[in-house]
C-alpha cells in the first residue's frame, strides 16, 4: 500500500465518520425517532461502560483457569469495588475515579505479582 492509498483511505474514511456522526445534527429537526428508540438510547451509554470496564476487571491472563476463578489478589477487581463502594458514599464522580485509581496504583505498587 501506497501514501496514495492511505490518504485516500483517511479522507474516506474521514467523510464517512463526518457524515455518521452529524447525520442526526443537520437532519434533527425533520427526523424524528420513535419514543421507543429514544428509551432504549437511554441505556446505551452504561451499556457501553460496562462493556468496556467489565472484561478489564475479569481479564483472566492464564488460559487454563476460568472465568468464575476468585482470586483477592486482583489489583482490577480490588479497585473497582472500592470505587463502586466510593461512589455509593460520595455520589462524586471525580472522588470516584481518583480513589478507584489511587487504589488500582496502590495495589499494583505494593501486591505481589499474580
Not at 485509581?101 to 499474580?114: D, G
Amino acid at each position: 500500500m501506497n501514501a496514495l492509498h492511505m490518504w485516500l483511505a483517511f479522507i474516506g474514511l474521514g467523510i464517512v465518520t463526518l457524515c455518521t456522526r452529524s447525520f442526526f445534527l443537520l437532519l434533527g429537526a425533520r427526523f424524528q425517532l420513535p419514543a421507543s428508540v429514544q428509551e432504549y438510547l437511554k441505556y446505551a451509554p452504561i451499556a457501553a461502560l460496562i462493556a468496556i470496564v467489565i472484561p478489564e476487571v475479569f481479564y483472566i491472563r492464564d488460559p487454563t483457569t476460568t472465568l468464575y476463578t476468585f482470586q483477592w489478589q486482583w489489583p482490577q477487581l480490588i479497585a473497582t469495588i472500592s470505587a463502586v463502594l466510593t461512589c455509593i458514599i460520595t455520589k462524586s464522580v471525580l472522588v470516584t475515579i481518583f480513589g478507584g485509581i489511587a487504589v488500582y496504583s496502590l495495589l499494583k505498587i505494593f501486591l505481589p505479582v499474580i
